[in-house]
């Protein structure tokens, strides 16, 4: 499976944006796919997660802010963020892992810079 993130960018606190992962190499549905991030200096840490089903998990920091969905017809997960703050600045990577087994292909990561 190879993972392509978009979407990332430059905005201002309070802004959206919306970020997409889309496979390509072998359909997804059955996969469990992470919004992951890492900002400068820190560890990456998942922020949202949507299984094969459509249940979701979101990190505290983010809940009630950031949304995400999928596509199966188009092999596609998505990121919507809201309210952006720039303690949201990171490189934000998407993730699929089969079944109840670890993240096993990453995407390249795309950047989110918030400004005040």
């Known amino acids: 499976v190879q993972l392509q993130a978009s979407g990332g960018g430059l905005v201002q606190a309070g802004d959206s944006l919306k970020l997409s992962c889309t496979a390509s190499?072998?359909?997804?549905?059955?996969?469990?796919m992470g919004w992951f991030r890492q900002a400068p200096g820190k560890e990456r840490d998942v922020v949202a997660r949507i299984s094969s089903a459509g249940s979701t998990y979101y990190a505290d920091s983010v809940k009630g802010r950031f949304t995400t969905s999928r596509d199966n017809a188009r092999n596609t997960v998505y990121l919507q963020m809201n309210s952006l703050k720039p303690e949201d600045t990171a490189v934000y990577y998407c993730?699929?892992?089969?079944?109840?087994?670890?993240?096993?292909?990453w995407g390249q990561g795309t950047l989110v810079t918030v400004s005040s």
């Open positions: 993730a699929a892992a089969a079944g109840g087994l670890s993240y096993a292909y």
């Open positions: 190499g072998r359909t997804i549905s059955s996969y469990r």
